[in-house]
């Protein structure tokens, strides 16, 4: 499956670091999301995009920083980030943001912050 | 907040056993979805159900949506090595486009 493509796969960083996350679609999709899945624990949705535009922030922190150039693109900028924030980030597009529609999820950033 | 309980978190059948997993809300759902996410995987859609009440077959899976909206099922008849991996439900709250997972179900299958 290569609807949706995630890079790095894997990303070990340090907590001064800065990195990014990259998702991008090809299926034309209208919706895109950032998700943190960690061990024990259901998925957390991050961030919600609609049409280039942010809708929905779920109380993150402002170590992550989200950005949207293009309905296809999206990207996760990683800052100063803790050792909790380990985890599988995974990236999701929908037609649109309204609940009937399926999300499909890329394979996930490994992230480790040491 | 809407929060979706998913029971039991585990589950380990031998080869040709039927496996059950239930999914709860605290609130009435507008829909309710439910995905597979393979070992090493990411979640892939399996089934969306709307209705009331509503049951959708696909091949040994049977979905059941409760007549409240308020819980789901998911059951596998003979279950095969196949369906190993961790079964989640979501759903979305009136007036929310927000879907929230369930915690996952993890199914074991013992050849």
């Known amino acids: 499956e290569t609807g949706v493509t995630q890079t790095p796969r894997h990303l070990v960083m340090g907590m001064t670091n800065k990195k990014s996350l990259k998702c991008e679609q090809h299926l034309g999709h209208n919706a895109m999301y950032w998700y943190k899945q960690s061990a024990k624990k259901p998925l957390e949705l991050m961030f919600v995009?609609?049409?280039?535009?942010?809708?929905e922030n779920n109380s993150v922190p402002s170590r992550f920083s989200p950005e949207c150039p293009n309905s296809s693109h999206l990207f996760l900028h990683l800052h100063t980030l803790q050792p909790e924030d380990s985890a599988l980030y995974l990236c999701?597009?929908?037609?649109?943001?309204?609940?009937?529609?399926?999300?499909?999820f890329g394979p996930g950033t490994r992230l480790t912050v040491t | 907040g809407q929060q979706v309980m998913q029971i039991p978190q585990y589950q380990h059948v031998q080869e040709g056993e039927d496996f059950t997993t239930y999914c709860n809300s605290s609130?009435?759902?507008?829909?309710i979805q439910w995905y597979k996410q393979r070992p090493g995987g990411h979640p892939v859609f399996l089934i969306q159900?709307?209705?009331?009440?509503e049951v959708k077959k696909q091949k040994r899976l049977t979905f059941q949506f409760g007549e409240a909206k308020k819980n789901s099922s998911l059951h596998i008849t003979a279950t095969q090595t196949t369906d190993v991996g961790t079964y989640f439900c979501a759903g979305s709250g009136a007036g929310s486009y927000q879907l929230t997972f369930g915690k996952g179900t993890k199914l074991s299958v013992i050849p």
């Open positions: 995009y609609s049409l280039e535009e942010r809708v």
């Open positions: 609130t009435t759902l507008s829909n």
């Open positions: 159900l709307v209705k009331s009440g």
């Open positions: 999701a597009s929908s037609q649109g943001t309204s609940f009937s529609y399926e999300q499909y």
